[in-house]
C-alpha cells in the first residue's frame, strides 16, 4: 500500500533525500519540486486528505494547496518538469519484486566479466564490504 512512509523511503533510495532534506526550511530548487511531486502524488494516489499531508512534510494544508496548484501550473508548461515526474511515479509505484530484480540484474551484469571465480567473490566481497544488500 502506499502512503506517505513509501513515498519518503522510496525517495531516499531513488534520489539521496532524507526525509529530514523534505521536511526542513530549506527552499532549494532540488527540495521544492520533490516536494511538489510527494504533495500532487499522495494527493493522487492515496486517500490522505490535504491536512494530513501536510502534517507529513511539517507543513500546515494551505501550503499543500499552494505546492499542488504550482505542480499543476509546471506541469502545463515545462515538458522536462512534466517528465521528471512521471519517472517520479514510476520509481513510487515500483514494487519491492522490480527492485530485487533490478538488484540481481546488476549482480549478474557486475559478474559477467569475470570469469574466473576468484574474479566473481572479489566482486561480492566488494558489494558486501560497501554495506550493499546483494538482494
Do not use: W
Amino acid at each position: 500500500m502506499i502512503n506517505s512512509r513509501h513515498v519518503f523511503k522510496r525517495i531516499e533510495e531513488n534520489y539521496g533525500l532524507s526525509k529530514a532534506h523534505l521536511t526542513c526550511s530549506d527552499r532549494s530548487k532540488r527540495f521544492i519540486e520533490m516536494r511538489q511531486f510527494m504533495c500532487n502524488f499522495l494527493r493522487e494516489e492515496t486517500p490522505m486528505s490535504l491536512k494530513e499531508i501536510g502534517r507529513a512534510l511539517c507543513r500546515d494544508h494551505a501550503t499543500i494547496i499552494n505546492s499542488i496548484n504550482k505542480f499543476n501550473d509546471r506541469m502545463d508548461t515545462d515538458e522536462d518538469f512534466a517528465n521528471r515526474y512521471a519517472d517520479f511515479v514510476f520509481y513510487m509505484k515500483r514494487s519491492k519484486a522490480d527492485t530485487k530484480h533490478d538488484k540481481a540484474l546488476k549482480v549478474l551484469e557486475l559478474l559477467e566479466g569475470k570469469p574466473t571465480i576468484g574474479g566473481r567473490l572479489s566482486v561480492i566481497k566488494t558489494l558486501l564490504s560497501d554495506g550493499s544488500k546483494v538482494v
